[in-house]
């Protein structure tokens, strides 16, 4: 059934999507990030990828 959906499917798309989920870990500034990136704009760019 290829094409259709899954309960898990549809779990993680609305963890991927909610921005309020993707906070900062105590160790993120080891990563040494490029961008200032905001958990609004994670969420924005998912989405995007999703349509």
Partial sequence: ?????TVGDINLLAML???SRF???????????VYAITAQEIEEYIKSCLI
């Fill in 1 to 5: 059934m290829k094409g259709l959906a």
């Fill in 17 to 19: 999507t909610n921005g």
């Fill in 23 to 33: 906070t900062r870990d105590a160790h993120f500034e080891q990563l040494e990030l």
